[in-house]
């Protein structure tokens, strides 16, 4: 109705990025002529599956990637032990996630900018969008963002959705290492 109906604004064309295969059938059950750009799998772990086999350790999971990935996660999170403890705080109020969201800003911002993909309008939308979010949601499990530090000191940023029993990696930030040894998307 909002795409079609009376009062509809004119368009041509929209685009959905990160469309989910019910979207997509939303949108074909309302006659609207659909082209697929792309397709892209997410990586997906079943946390479930892998407690039924009694894996509960971050050594039992990275026992079950490849030896390059493991390698670089054990590598990473030694590295980053040298630091100090690694410790990861969860934001508990809207407040606090959107400080954490800000850190995310901060860093996605400064990576668009050296990519030469930086617009301004479309970013300040895009975290207005995410700090409205995380306003209503955050109490209510709805999202989750985590700040993990290595000796006190940040160095990455997580943000994800939560539905039904699922955790959704949505965005991080992670501070640019010298050491390209330190893998904190790891």
């Known amino acids: ?12 064309e929209i685009s959905v990025k990160n469309a989910t295969i019910d979207l997509e ?3 074909k059950m309302s006659g609207l002529h659909l082209h697929r750009r792309s397709i892209h799998g997410s990586a997906y772990v079943d ?7 009694g894996v509960e350790t971050i050594d039992g999971y990275c026992a079950g990637l490849g030896g390059n990935t493991r390698s670089q996660i054990t590598r990473s999170i030694k590295l980053y032990k040298e630091r100090g403890a690694l410790m990861v705080d969860w934001a508990a109020t809207p407040t606090e996630g959107c400080a954490y969201l800000a850190e995310i800003e901060k860093l996605q911002r400064a990576k668009w900018q050296a990519r030469g993909k930086f617009n ?8 207005s969008f995410h700090r409205k979010l995380i306003s209503r949601t955050i109490e209510r499990g709805g999202v989750e963002l985590a700040r993990i530090s290595a000796g006190g000191k940040p160095f990455a940023w997580i943000y994800n959705f939560v539905d039904r ?22």
């Open 47 to 53: 946390l479930a599956h892998l407690r039924a086999k």
């Open 120 to 127: 301004e309008a479309s970013t300040d939308y895009f975290f």
């Open 165 to 186: 029993g699922c955790v959704l990696f949505n965005s991080g930030g992670f501070i640019v290492e010298s050491d390209n040894r330190l893998k904190p998307g790891l």
């Open 1 to 12: 109705g909002a795409l079609r109906g009376a009062g509809a604004p004119r368009w041509g």
């Open 25 to 27: 059938s939303r949108l």
